[in-house]
């Protein structure tokens, strides 16, 4: 059950983690409809939200993609300039823009943060939404779509030269463009996709990058990530975290979490469902009425009442350390958690969560 | 009172290089915070309103640059220079306002309409001139519907279609409902635009009284006019003669800025900059402090008032008398040229302004 066979080199580096912006400023995070969240920024909020997620030893944080939201671009760049280290995962759904224009500006936030932003490519969840942005292609089809956007993309970052390209979705021609993907490390900026579906599993296979996957049972995971697996490709989790000394105090956080939030929350949800042609979050939250624990430490209780993303890993920070560790040995090796609230959990994660999972690495070394 | 604004600084930016020199050197694409942070603040203390941040396949992207800087300065306005084609009316909505939220509402927009085709087809659009200044007024319809919250936001055109569409931010500014949106071009589709959905029509400078005839639908509309030049000023008038003729003969000499602009003419389809380009093939002073010396070195933004911040500060108001109220300008270096506007001809216009008032 692993997505490498035998111990690698790939296997010998560290787990990454990540977390997820979306709530910042919101410490009740999904538990009101997406007409009463506002759009416009919290800038104190977000500047603390970097701050905190920096001081817990964080790589990426990830800027979401919705019409209820700022924009995670401009969020990014914003942000950069009030940030050290923390780098940004912007969230991007193909079709809004031209691909020329895209990597401009993704270039633009990369020599204004030196190179602190990643891409987390996302098909969309809703289809009312997409028309707003004049988007009206199907789930498959939006695929076909944003697997031409990347190719486009990736030719103005591979740099040999003019890019033209004459597909189905984009047409350019000669471009150039001299504002450069800057970073230490890349030329490019990382690549995610985010999605369970077997064409977001075949897009992370093409693109080499890395799939940002919602939690399933065992068996159901791997299946899905098996075609990853023979590609050698990455995989990581979108999940929930509830980490505390013991196990009990873990189980008494998830609890009152469930107290706090209400039965409105519950009816935003299922509403969304209703109208949602988005794969994993559909299964998500099927799956979560059926059942409450999908293992010792993954629960979906809270996920009727805060939506998909909200299965969590629960247990004491060692039960956590060694899911994680787990995982790992399973070719999971990246993280995006969410928190209720995010700092809080954040600052547990930083200051017991981490270290017991760079310890145990310490030991496999 | 008239507005002035300057370009903003590029980054690696110095002495007298030309608009098309610029473009082919590497560190115009790259922002350099730094400096232009310090640009804003020294744009700010003298008393500006706005800097003009351009677009182009050779610059950094404006939207994401303006939210970089909104962050380190107080006071400024970014002029976000923007074009159709290039993203969904309803993303850019979202940026703009998103930008608007980040920066207590300092933000308005120069709609221009691309001025080579070559560079447009780099970004997917393969609209000729007339056309995109048609899908620049579906752009803007779009875009205005979502910030006067139409809801739903419903639009069927040519070029766009939205769908029951709805934003969760909303333009952030203590005056404005939207941006200010400040419409480019000397052409009549740009006029009819500004008309239609603008609020100003920006555009070269021609002799007041021309000026004035070419204005007059505009200002009967409801709406302004801007005006985007550059300015080559001095303690006198023999002395700013001498920098103007310095910067020629330095263009002729030290880089091959009438080639590359005249290249550049031969393969744009802009309406006003091949017409400026024409003009100054025959006329060097449009008027006597109105010079088209620089033109085909420089652009067609590199029309210049040329004299003493007297003879500066006099030309400005024969314009606001011809019905212009606000200003692009520009100079060479850009910032020390900001800095004689700001502290030597500023408040000339100023006391100019206040003597017509108590008339």
């Known amino acids: ?365 | 009172m008239l507005k002035f604004h300057w370009r903003l600084l590029q980054g690696g930016e110095t002495g007298s290089a030309s608009r098309a020199a610029m473009a082919l050197r590497p560190e115009t694409a790259r922002p350099d915070i730094a400096a232009q942070l310090a640009f804003c603040r020294l744009a700010e203390d003298l008393g500006f309103t706005g800097l003009l941040v351009d677009i182009g396949a050779a610059k950094p992207d404006p939207i994401v640059l303006a939210s970089a800087l909104g962050l380190g300065s107080r006071t400024i306005e970014f002029i976000i220079a923007c074009r159709s084609g290039l993203q969904s009316p309803a993303v850019f909505a979202q940026q703009i306002n998103t930008l608007s939220a980040l920066s207590d509402g300092r933000v308005s927009l120069n709609v221009v309409a691309g001025h080579s085709p070559a560079e447009q087809r780099f970004y997917g659009d393969f609209l000729d001139h007339e056309e995109r200044y048609a899908r620049t007024a579906e752009f803007l319809a779009i875009c205005e519907a979502f910030w006067r919250h139409d809801k739903p936001v419903n639009y069927r055109g040519r070029y766009y279609a939205v769908e029951n569409g709805e934003l969760g931010s909303t333009f952030v500014s203590q005056r404005r409902h939207r941006p200010e949106l400040l419409i480019a071009g000397g052409s009549a589709p740009a006029r009819e635009l500004a008309i239609a959905h603008g609020d100003c029509w920006m555009r070269l400078p021609e002799p007041p009284a021309a000026l004035e005839a070419a204005s007059r639908p505009v200002l009967a509309a409801g709406k302004t006019v801007g005006l985007r030049h550059a300015i080559i000023g001095a303690r006198t008038r023999a002395e700013a003669l001498e920098i103007a003729y310095g910067l020629r003969e330095g263009a002729d000499r030290t880089t091959p800025d009438r080639q590359l602009e005249g290249n550049f003419i031969a393969r744009s389809d802009s309406t006003s900059f091949k017409a400026m380009y024409q003009v100054a093939e025959t006329t060097e002073w449009l008027t006597p402090v109105l010079w088209t010396g620089l033109v085909q070195s420089h652009g067609a933004p590199a029309i210049a008032l040329v004299g003493s911040a007297d003879e500066i500060a006099a030309a400005l108001i024969d314009f606001k008398h011809a019905g212009t109220s606000q200003f692009i300008l520009s100079g060479w270096p850009k910032a020390q040229s900001m800095q004689f506007f700001g502290e030597e001809v500023l408040p000339r216009v100023r006391r100019l302004e206040q003597r017509l008032a108590v008339a």
């Open chain 1, 1 to 365: 059950m692993s997505l490498s066979s035998g111990r690698s080199a790939h296997e010998l580096t560290r787990l990454r983690f990540h977390w997820s912006m979306s709530a910042a400023g919101d410490p009740s995070r999904a538990t009101k409809a997406r007409a009463e969240v506002s759009g416009i920024p919290d800038l104190k909020a977000h500047i603390e939200f970097c701050r905190t997620a920096e001081q817990a030893g964080l790589e990426y944080l990830l800027t979401a993609f919705g019409s209820h939201r700022p924009d995670a671009v401009v969020l990014a760049a914003a942000l950069g300039m009030v940030s050290d280290r923390i780098k940004f995962l912007v969230a991007v759904r193909s079709g809004l823009c031209s691909p020329t224009a895209f990597v401009q500006q993704i270039n633009t936030v990369s020599v204004l943060t030196g190179g602190r932003v990643g891409l987390n490519f996302v098909n969309g969840h809703s289809e009312r939404e997409q028309r707003y942005y004049g988007d009206f292609l199907d789930h498959d089809q939006r695929y076909v779509r944003s697997n031409e956007f990347l190719d486009v993309c990736r030719a103005l970052w591979a740099g040999r030269g003019p890019v033209s390209h004459a597909g189905r979705h984009f047409r350019v021609e000669g471009a150039v463009l001299n504002t450069p993907f800057r970073s230490p490390e890349r030329s490019a900026p990382e690549l995610y996709i985010g999605g369970a579906s077997p064409q977001a599993v075949r897009q992370a296979c093409r693109h080499n990058a890395c799939l940002l996957t919602t939690p399933a049972p065992a068996e159901q995971l791997m299946a899905r990530l098996a075609p990853l697996r023979a590609h050698g490709g990455r995989a990581g989790l979108i999940v929930g975290l509830i980490a505390r000394q013991t196990r009990e105090a873990a189980l008494a956080a998830a609890d009152a979490l469930l107290q706090r939030t209400n039965t409105a929350a519950r009816a935003v949800h299922r509403s969304f469902r209703a109208q949602s042609s988005s794969t994993a979050f559909a299964m998500t939250f099927d799956r979560a009425l059926e059942t409450e624990w999908l293992s010792p430490t993954l629960w979906t209780g809270a996920v009727p009442f805060l939506g998909p993303s909200a299965t969590a890993l629960l247990g004491s920070y060692d039960e956590i350390a060694d899911t994680l560790m787990e995982y790992g040995r399973q070719g999971i090796r990246e993280f995006l958690f969410l928190g209720w609230p995010d700092l809080d959990e954040m600052q547990r994660f930083g200051g017991e969560l981490a270290p017991r999972v760079r310890e145990r690495e310490m030991e496999l070394c």
